[in-house]
């Protein structure tokens, strides 16, 4: 090859790695010779009673139109959201996941000029998006594990574009109250938008708890990113949403991609939202299996960070990268996070109780713990 591609490539992307998903199950059952059916997977918050019937049934009907065009302006999950959550259709945008919006949002608003604030353990794509378009990431200090949000507003300059906020953080878990969130909006300038990613809020139950959404009248400066492929359980059809001020919505949907949400998707997001019961039964399932996993965990002398997702990041020691590969071999497959700087830690999604209890048992034998943590 006569040509060094990598060199044409713009200096941001040329120095990134691409984000590493969860190993598949497919994937570990070529690598080990393992049977699929054998294999539980616990390493990408995935929501682990399945799809809602109402979502199936929305999207085997949408399939019988796969000739057409999705509708680009995604009307009928708009008007479903703007009803559940009392705000105006024009502060909706629609994206392929959140994820996708994310992106949306760091080209909307930010430059090689522009510096964008974030904190250390935060999701992976702010600090990838902004180094893709050649900003500046300014990584904020952990505070136990989760957001120092008195740092993070300390740390916006005359060049801050962005502030991104995960409430609760992935892959740490940690949350913080209405109270501590309203507090570090009240600090940043109105020059300086602040991206509220919740996509785990639906686990988020009582007194305190800092919705978003509420807040927007307020600040309008705030974007609430939230997604589909947690809670509601459609990871796989890739649909995501935020709610803004119109003007902000006006400028995102300048920028996403013309029908970047699909027809399948769009139906199944429409009729989930009318599952309440599918949704308070995936809250159920969360919070029992998070007391089975925290049990085990201590059983086991192991510590972790409490979680107010659908996962739990766990300290297995400096062999963290060898106890993973074990739990590979056993049909056990969770999510080191080595990359956001946690090398003791692994990741653990929750699973229904037989797969917590397998995981514990695979775990405990990793460890040279037969016989504990079941």
Partial sequence: MSIDYQSLAVAGVQAL???QPG????ELARELGLDPADIIKLASNENPLGP???ALAAAREALSELCLYPDGNGFDLKQALAARFGVDMSQITLGNGSNDLLEVIVRCFADAESEVVFSEYA???YSLVTQAIGAKGVSVPAKDWGHDLDAMAAAVTDRTKLVFVANPNNPTGTVHGAEAILAFLEKIPERVVVVLDEAYCEYLQGEGYADGVEMLSRFPNLIVCRTFSKAWGLAALRVGYSISSPEIADILN???QPFNVDAVALAAATAVLEDEA???????VNASGMAQLESGFRELGLSFIPSAGNFIAVDVGSNAMGIYQSLLEQ???????AGYGMPRHLRVSIGLEWENAKLLTALANALGQPGQGA
């Fill in 17 to 19: 790695s691409p984000y």
């Fill in 23 to 26: 190993k598949p199950i497919d």
């Fill in 52 to 54: 809602s019937e109402k």
């Fill in 123 to 125: 999701f992976a794509i």
């Fill in 254 to 256: 300048r920028v996403r």
């Fill in 278 to 284: 599918y949704v308070q039964r995936s809250r159920e």
């Fill in 331 to 337: 049909g056990v497959i969770v999510r080191p996070v």
